[in-house]
């Protein structure tokens, strides 16, 4: 059974927050607060990122929303739940789910380069991806 953790981007911000969440009874996300207890911002201005379960070839924990790089096929790819499968992929450039839906094992093949918020760029242009080697 994988952990299950969340991480927490700042939209407004523009930066990840430590911290938590609090829940209300339907389960929506109401608040998100600092490590210290503090009221960080209401649910529409943070994105959680579920922690996946699966770790990279450096032993990185793997978030929804990172930016991992495939060395075998030369190719940046970005994590994304599918809930119609209920599976993490390793995705294109577009929304559109690879045709490859990588297993665990392959994951550990792929290194985090980054993140689709802070760097989304990686995913723009696969011939310079291609290029950072």
Known sequence: MREIKFRVWNKKEKKWESGGI?????????????????????????????????????????????????????KNYWVKWDGHNAKFFACGKSNDFDS?????????????????????????DQNNANNQG
């Open 22 to 74: 609090a829940m209300d009874l339907k389960g929506d996300c109401e608040i998100c607060w600092t490590e210290f207890g503090e009221l960080m911002e209401r649910a529409e201005n943070v994105i959680l990122c579920q922690y996946t379960g699966l770790k990279d070839k450096n032993d990185k924990e793997i978030y929804e929303g990172d930016i991992v790089r495939y060395q075998i096929l030369q």
């Open 100 to 124: 490859g839906s990588y297993r665990a094992s392959a994951f550990k093949q792929m290194e985090i380069i980054g993140n689709i918020w802070e760097n989304g760029d990686l995913l723009n």
